[in-house]
């Protein structure tokens, strides 16, 4: 079934093998390893990892992914999308790897339920709480893996708790947007080769897809419009809006109103349950 999922953005499966000791996939070779390792395992003599590369590569597993969701039969839900399994051959093209955890679901189906798979930092809490995997556990995923291609930094960090800061790294993103503080979110690997405004949006896309509720997370076919330019403003400022309002009540006193009706105000003592 995974072979039959035939896209350039994907990672094709060539064959097999079975032995009666072991099982062999045969894949072509990525000369240049994973997304991870151009970010955080790069020899001192290679350049990093370009933005205009890690546009491209956000771009590119956004078509994959966008692929597996809207146009296999059934589709595919990878569930563990992150920046160590997006792929690079020689010419540094991007290619969405490792289906070792993915499931097929019947289009009839809006979610599969098991057994948690993934990894600390890239699992979105619905999947967590309720042990059920979406398109929108992958949308959640591929936010993260964004932010991993922004900062260079890993989703998950025990070292970010020596400077006070969060150990998830969406957590750390939040913080420092929340102090406007920009410059301290891009990996210094870029040294300022950036144009600030193209990393706003990548941020934005991100945010969108990592919101906690999956019914407001975007499919992945719109996120690929959003990198291609086609509606992200309309969409952040909506975003924007809610968010607004839901700092607002969270931030409203709780007042004594009268509509506020006490299950036990115009009751006799009589009537009142006793000691428990």
Known sequence: MISMAVHQ??????????????????????????????LRERPPLEPPLEWPTRKRIALGSARGLSYLHDHCDPKIIHRDVKVVNILLDE????????????????YK???????????????????????????????????????????????????????????????WVKGLLKEKRLDMLVDPELQNNYVEAKVEQLIQVALLCTQSSPMERPKMSEVVRMLEGDGLAERWDEWQKLEVVRQELELAPIQNSEWI???????????????R
């Open 9 to 38: 953005n994907l990672l094709r499966l060539r064959g097999f093998c079975m032995t009666p000791t072991e099982l062999l996939f045969v894949y072509p070779y990525m000369a240049n390893g994973s997304v991870a390792s151009c």
């Open 91 to 106: 010419e540094f093209e991007e290619v969405v790897g490792d289906f070792g955890l993915a499931k097929l679901i019947d």
């Open 109 to 171: 189906d809006t979610h599969v339920t098991t057994a948690v798979r993934g990894t600390i930092g890239h699992i979105a809490l619905e999947y967590l709480s309720t042990g059920k995997s979406s398109e929108k556990t992958d949308v959640f995923g591929y936010g993260i893996m964004l932010l991993e291609l922004i900062t260079g930094q890993r989703a998950f960090d025990l070292a970010r708790l020596a400077n006070d800061d969060d150990v998830m790294l969406l957590d």
């Open 261 to 275: 009706v006490h299950s036990t105000e115009n009751l006799q003592a009589i009537e009142l349950s006793g000691p």
